[in-house]
Structure formats: structure tokens, C-alpha cells
């Protein structure tokens, strides 16, 4: 879509980003969409239903983003993801940080909406101390380890590291027919998996939990590539992405956009600082959990327990705030639209992830009860 | 209902309620009851999963002034 004046295209982008956060938010909190919970029924306990839930909505969005990129709706090499630079060790250390962080935190960037939406007050604490330091991360104190350090080891890959570009420039083969090809080769087992467990089957909410969370990922991309998409920007003269703060086309993610609304608010009267996408989006995660929770009576105030509660909460949002920006995304932004674009980065993120959540979940195990 | 041992899980929030039930549980004999009371709107679901996966029976489980009471037998 191309407009005369870009602003005026500005509430669409927001109020879809609105809407779909929104409608995530409540199947969010009516389901028990969980990543830190689908690690932890796992780890401690061999369920592995919130995983299938999880992986499900990773198949919906990669199936669904894929078929939009082959109908020519949007063209997902101009989100940050399938960039040439692949910063495996930024990725390797931000993903293993943020599940650190989301299990000392009681879960990820989203289900941190989600809990505030419901009456944690715990979770609004994480997502300050989450805010403040993505923002250190992005441009103070922790950017400078970012950028000094961890991306410092980076290979490029020429094509771009999406695994099409990779496949189609190793096979002469186009890339839309590998991308086909992958979506249909990873979603369909992917899904396969999920539907393979009688348990997974047997409840409803799995499978709108998975459907409706990776449907919002791709709708995410139509708002910001096709309602937000300016070809020539009058300013510029290039094509832009409006109301997104990184300038290109965007789907959810959630450890940025809390760094920006905190931006937003200490920086009210900068009247260059507008509502964006992301920060919609936050929003909007937290409107709908909590109109689902007043809707059915289970919205209750929750706060610290104890001295060592606050403390692994603080750290929690810390860690994910750093590794959320290090690894360009959180259990979400990476392992759900991230792996949506099939980016290496994303993939990498998303085991590292695991293995964090993971290991300090074995850490708790251990010293549980003392 | 009749226990053998009481679980404070009120203000923590999910692993921590499911990882100090299963420490308690694993200090008790075979047929004891371990009560939980939390404050975890996850913690019915949770503690479902839990006793589906472990063996372990959840008895009974109920909710007042804004806190689950659960119990659970040792398998």
C-alpha cells in the first residue's frame, strides 16, 4: 500500500497491531500459552502438551507466512532476521540468557503481558527492570558488550541465512520452491508431532492455543507489510515500513517494544516519539488477558512472596531484557516469527533458549524445598 | 481432608510450586497426602498435569479467598 502522507497510515498499523495482540493475549491466558511452562512440563514432569501447543503455533506461523511470501503478499527478507550477518554467538548467548531469565521470572516477554493483564504485579516489575535493560542493551551499558564483543564473532552468508536463500544458491533451485519445500517438510512434521500425543488430541486448548497464536504472527506481517508498507517514502524516497522501530517490516515480538513503551512514556513530550507497532502490540498482549480475566472472574493481584522471589524476578527481567536484544528476539520474536522467515538465527535462538530454560530449571530442581 | 504434610506454595509462581511438590512428595511414604495451598491461577492445571504424569492422585482441590488448596497422594 502506498499513501501520500505515511502518517495517515499509522492507526492501521497500530490498531491491527491492537487487535491481533489483543486476541493473543486472551486465547493466551484462556489456554495457558506458556513457553517457560511448556519447558517446565516437560523437564519436570514429561508432559509435553504446552510444547506441542508451542511447536504448533511455530508450524502455523512458518506455514502460513510462507504461503504469503509465494502469493507475493509480503516479502519476509525485509524483516531483520534473514539478514547475511549471522551473530551465531549473540544468539547462542541471548537465547541461553533469556531462558535463564524467563524461568526466574515466571515466563517469557508475553506470558510477562500476560500475567500483568491477569493482576501480577510481580510480572509489572519484570517487565520495568525487562524494559530497562533491553533499552541498556539496544544503546547504553550492554550494547556496548553487544556490540564489542558478542557479535564480534559473525559469519556471513552471502544469500541471506534463511535456509531458502541458502538452498536455493547451493542447488541453482529458485527460492520460493525451497521455501515451499522447507514449510511443508518442517510444519508438516512439526504438526504431525503435535497431533501424535492422544493427550494433545484430547484437549481443545492446545490446538487453539497453537492455531490462534501462530495465525496472529501471521497476520502481524500483513499489517506491517502490506497495511504499513509505503513504496516511496516522501521524505526518503525509499520504501518504509511505518510505525515500526526498526524501520523494516515487522510481526510480534516482545522484549523490544517494552524497552520502547518505556521510551515512549519517559519521552511524552518528544512529539517525535509515536505509538508503534511494537508497543501496540504490548499493549494490546495486556488488554486482552485482562479482559479475559474480568471477563471470567479469575483476574486476582498477585506480588512477591519474599525477599528471594523479588530478587530471581529482577534478574529474570534483566536477563531477558538483555538477551532478548542480544538474540533479536525472545520465544516469540525468534522462535515463532523469526523461525517464521526459516532464519538460522532464529532456529539457534530457539534451542538456546531451551537449554536455558532448561538448565536452571534442573538448578531449581536441585535446591527446591532448601 | 486428612494430611500428612503441608506445602506453602502461596506467591510463587510457575516451576517453583510443581518442584517443591515433588521434593515433599519425595520425602514421604507411599498412600501419605501432601496438602498445597497456592496462589498460582496455573496451579489447578499444573498440578492436573503433574498427577496425570507421575502417578501421583490429586484427590481434591478447591479455591477460597483467592488461594487453591490442593491435595495430593503419594503413589
Known amino acids: 500500500m502506498s499513501a501520500a502522507d505515511p502518517a495517515s497510515l499509522v492507526p492501521y498499523v497500530t490498531g491491527g497491531a491492537f487487535v491481533l495482540a489483543f486476541v493473543f493475549g486472551a486465547v493466551g491466558n484462556k489456554t495457558d500459552f506458556c513457553t517457560m511452562g511448556a519447558v517446565s512440563d516437560w523437564v519436570n514432569m514429561g508432559d509435553t502438551s504446552r510444547m506441542r501447543m508451542w511447536l504448533l503455533a511455530i508450524a502455523v506461523a512458518l506455514l502460513g507466512s510462507s504461503a504469503l511470501q509465494l502469493a507475493g503478499v509480503v516479502d519476509l527478507s525485509k524483516s531483520i532476521y534473514p539478514g547475511a550477518r549471522l551473530t551465531w554467538l549473540s544468539h547462542l548467548v541471548g537465547g541461553f540468557l533469556f531462558g535463564v531469565g524467563m524461568t526466574l521470572g515466571s515466563g517469557c516477554g508475553s506470558k510477562t503481558l500476560i500475567r500483568i493483564g491477569a493482576g501480577n504485579l510481580k510480572s509489572l516489575i519484570v517487565f520495568v527492570f525487562l524494559g530497562i535493560a533491553a533499552y541498556m542493551t539496544l544503546r547504553g551499558l550492554f550494547g556496548a558488550f553487544r556490540v564489542g564483543v558478542l557479535e564480534q564473532a559473525s559469519i556471513t552468508l552471502a544469500p541471506g541465512q534463511d535456509l531458502g536463500s541458502l538452498a536455493a544458491a547451493a542447488t541453482g533451485v529458485d527460492r520460493g520452491t525451497w521455501i515451499a519445500i522447507f514449510a511443508v517438510l518442517i510444519g508438516g512434521a512439526i504438526i504431525a508431532f503435535a497431533y501424535s500425543s492422544r493427550d494433545f488430541r484430547a484437549r481443545f486448548d492446545y490446538t487453539l492455543g497453537g492455531v490462534v497464536t501462530g495465525l496472529v504472527v501471521v497476520g502481524g506481517w500483513v499489517v506491517s507489510g502490506v497495511l504499513g508498507y509505503v513504496v516511496e517514502h516522501p521524505e526518503t524516497l525509499q520504501e518504509a515500513f511505518v510505525a515500526t522501530n526498526t524501520g523494516r517490516m515487522e510481526s510480534f515480538t516482545f522484549v523490544s517494544p517494552m524497552a520502547y513503551t518505556l521510551e515512549y512514556l519517559m519521552l511524552w513530550t518528544d512529539t517525535t516519539k509515536i505509538v508503534t507497532y511494537g508497543i501496540a502490540s504490548a499493549m494490546g498482549v495486556i488488554a486482552g488477558s485482562a479482559a479475559y480475566a474480568l471477563a471470567t472472574r479469575t483476574f486476582r493481584w498477585e506480588g512477591f512472596r519474599d525477599a528471594e522471589d523479588t530478587a530471581n524476578h529482577v534478574i529474570g527481567g534483566t536477563l531477558m531484557g538483555f538477551g532478548g536484544i542480544t538474540a533479536l528476539g525472545c520465544t516469540i520474536g525468534q522462535a515463532i516469527t523469526g523461525i517464521s522467515t526459516l532464519a538460522m538465527g532464529s532456529f539457534i535462538t530457539f534451542a538456546a533458549i531451551l537449554a536455558g530454560a532448561a538448565a536452571t530449571m534442573k538448578y531449581q530442581d536441585r535446591r527446591s524445598g532448601a | ?75
Open chain 2, 1 to 75: 481432608m486428612n494430611f500428612d504434610k503441608e506445602l506453602d506454595a502461596r506467591g510463587l509462581n510457575c516451576p517453583l510450586p510443581i518442584l517443591r511438590a515433588k521434593k515433599a512428595l519425595a520425602g514421604m511414604q507411599s498412600g501419605q497426602v501432601l496438602k498445597v495451598v497456592a496462589t498460582d491461577p496455573g496451579a489447578v492445571k499444573d498440578f492436573q498435569a503433574f498427577a496425570k504424569q507421575t502417578g501421583n492422585a490429586l484427590l481434591q482441590h478447591s479455591e477460597a479467598n483467592r488461594e487453591f488448596t490442593l491435595y495430593v497422594q503419594r503413589k
